[in-house]
């Protein structure tokens, strides 16, 4: 039988892999654990690395970022938290997405917490800068992530990635690689929060993004499919594409309940899937993110699985 090329839609692509490890911009510890957790663990009859291989990419690992650890506790009021420590690794994550993208391959990226999206989409947007091209994000999440330091209750980081790579916030954390903003605000779209700061709030309707933020109260009024096509509308006018990121916690706990900052009331399984089904088939797609999976608050594994999941269906697996 001949097998139809529609089903290997990686055909003459590639995908470089790339885990960072870092948990330490979070309040709970355990996501660092993720990467190895989802490249290791059986997703859908195989491994991730098989299974991306099954759809007829060419692949390959591009191990982990070099991460600088904290070597004692934040000091009580330290606020960005293991600032000195994020900036180091910020700054390694910005080489390797790099040289994936100078590789002519696509950056499939595994977290992490959700703070590494300043060092990761800086090596994108850096990459894209350099050709004098701006470049959108579509963010998936159940928070906001657009805190500072003068609003976080906090002070982990991994609340504020979003305002850090906008250019709002700590200075070595906005001119990381050297230029500020990484994200125009005009093609920044957010999809699933239901749990912000009031600080947040009000930086969102300064910004005037608020039509750029597609609320679980959007999604329930308009649905899915309607919210992810005008996020994609807003992302892909960037001349040089956009990225996604995407925070498991956007999804509902009942369906991913491995990770440390869950909030009632997310998507569902499919609305996470057919979110990603339908950017998969843009080409202005330019990379893949996803973290804050924490294996030590899992449960049978199913967290970890169900990223397995997302990365097959955004790099284009399809149910027929």
């Avoid at 191990?63 to 293991?82: F, H, L, S, T, W």
């Avoid at 917490?113 to 050709?131: K, L, M, P, R, W």
């Avoid at 509308?233 to 995407?246: L, M, Y």
């Avoid at 990603?276 to 804050?292: D, P, T, Y």
């Amino acid at each position: 039988m001949q097998i139809s090329d529609k089903f290997f839609p990686g055909k003459g692509k590639k995908v470089g892999l790339l885990g960072v490890p870092l948990g330490f911009g979070a309040g709970t510890q355990g996501s660092e654990m993720g990467v190895a957790a989802i490249r290791q663990s059986d997703i859908a009859g195989g491994l991730l690395s098989d299974q991306i291989k099954d759809l007829g990419y060419e692949f390959k690992d591009y191990g982990d970022v070099e991460i600088v650890r904290p070597q004692k506790p934040a000091e009580k009021g330290d606020n960005p938290r293991y600032l000195s420590e994020m900036i180091a690794s910020s700054k390694n994550m910005v080489a390797s997405v790099k040289k994936i993208l100078e590789d002519d391959a696509f950056p499939l990226i595994i977290g992490g917490d959700h703070s590494i999206a300043i060092g990761t989409f800086s090596g994108v947007s850096s990459f894209f800068h350099e050709q004098e091209k701006e470049i959108g994000m579509i963010w998936f999440d159940a928070h906001a992530d657009i805190n500072t330091h003068e609003t976080s209750p906090s002070g982990n980081i991994h609340g504020m990635p979003l305002a850090a790579i906008l250019g709002i916030g700590n200075d070595e954390l906005v001119n990381l690689d050297g230029f500020a903003p990484k994200l125009n605000k005009k093609y920044c779209a957010h999809i699933g929060a239901r749990d912000l700061d009031i600080g947040e709030k009000q930086r969102i309707h300064d910004l005037g993004l608020r039509d750029h933020f597609f609320s679980m109260h959007d999604i329930d009024e308009r649905g899915m499919l309607e919210c992810i096509k005008d996020a994609i509308e807003i992302a892909s006018q960037a001349p040089g594409g956009f990225a996604v990121t995407f925070d498991v916690d956007m999804i509902d706990p009942r369906f991913a309940p491995g990770s440390g900052t869950l909030v009632r009331g997310g998507t569902t399984y499919r609305e996470a899937h057919l979110a990603l089904e339908i950017i998969a088939g843009h080409e202005g797609l330019r990379s893949f993110e996803i973290v804050e999976i924490n294996p030590m608050l899992d449960r049978s594994n199913i967290t970890v699985e169900l990223a397995g999941e997302l990365i097959l269906s955004i790099l284009g697996k399809t149910i027929l």
